[in-house]
T-cell receptor, first 113, second 116 residues
Framework: QKEVEQNSGPLSVPEGAIASLNCTYS??????FFWYRQYSGKSPELIMF??SNGDKEDGRFTAQLNKASQYVSLLIRDSQPSDSATYLC?????????????WGAGTKLIIKP | EAQVTQNPRYLITVTGKKLTVTCSQN?????MSWYRQDPGLGLRQIYY???????DKGDVPEGYKVSRKEKRNFPLILESPSPNQTSLYFC???????????????FGPGTRLTVL
């Protein structure tokens, strides 16, 4: 059974600080990793994806992947109250179709003004 | 506006009363999927469709049916709903893409279903 684990939180971070969200996965063959953001009562929306070991930056967001440790993280710099949401980690495994993902349960992030 | 729509957004029903949740996308996407989201469990895939007349089970298909007669529509049918199907349901769609790649999934607004 493939699993994706996230700390449910809530993770409370002061405004302007760095928020660090973590995700571990069980399938060593996993190839692609995604971070979705879900505001309360809304649907998920894609923030970033990462395929290769290392860091990938997009504006205030940085995704970090360590396949040897089966670990992917999302850093949010200069956190804003509008970043308060639940962050979902999703993983596509080796052999899975292009469309099938294994989802974590999400980490609730609260940015305190 | 490019979007995925779902109806109804909220539904309260009773055990055993057949219901259909509609899903429609206007982006000409080939792939469509249904998920349910429960607290602490994340998104779990119910059924998905790679194209018209092609559907397959996801991780939690029991108690659900789907059909894909047209590219844009992918209704979710609960023939005899039970209280354990109380959940938040999302429809999603995605364009086709090259093998080995990934296409972003676009989600509908969600349908909150309560089965009494």
């Amino acid at each position: 059974q493939k699993e994706v684990e996230q700390n449910s939180g809530p993770l409370s971070v002061p405004e302007g600080a760095i928020a660090s969200l973590n995700c571990t996965y069980s399938d060593r063959g996993s190839q692609s990793f995604f971070w979705y953001r879900q505001y309360s009562g809304k649907s998920p929306e894609l923030i970033m994806f990462i395929y290769s070991n290392g860091d990938k930056e997009d504006g205030r967001f940085t995704a970090q992947l360590n396949k040897a440790s089966q670990y992917v993280s999302l850093l949010i710099r200069d956190s804003q109250p509008s970043d308060s949401a639940t962050y979902l980690c999703a993983v596509k495994g080796l052999g899975d179709s292009n469309y099938q993902l294994i989802w974590g349960a999400g980490t609730k992030l609260i940015i305190k003004p | 506006e490019a979007q995925v729509t779902q109806n109804p957004r909220y539904l309260i029903t009773v055990t055993g009363k057949k219901l259909t949740v509609t899903c429609s996308q206007n982006m000409n996407h080939e792939y469509m999927s249904w998920y349910r989201q429960d607290p602490g469990l994340g998104l779990r895939q119910i059924y998905y469709s790679m194209n018209v007349e092609v559907t397959d089970k996801g991780d939690v298909p029991e108690g659900y049916k789907v059909s894909r007669k047209e590219k844009r529509n992918f209704p979710l049918i609960l023939e005899s709903p039970s209280p354990n199907q109380t959940s938040l349901y999302f429809c999603a769609s995605s364009p086709s893409g090259a093998a080995g790649g990934y296409n972003e999934q676009f989600f509908g607004p969600g349908t909150r279903l309560t089965v009494l």
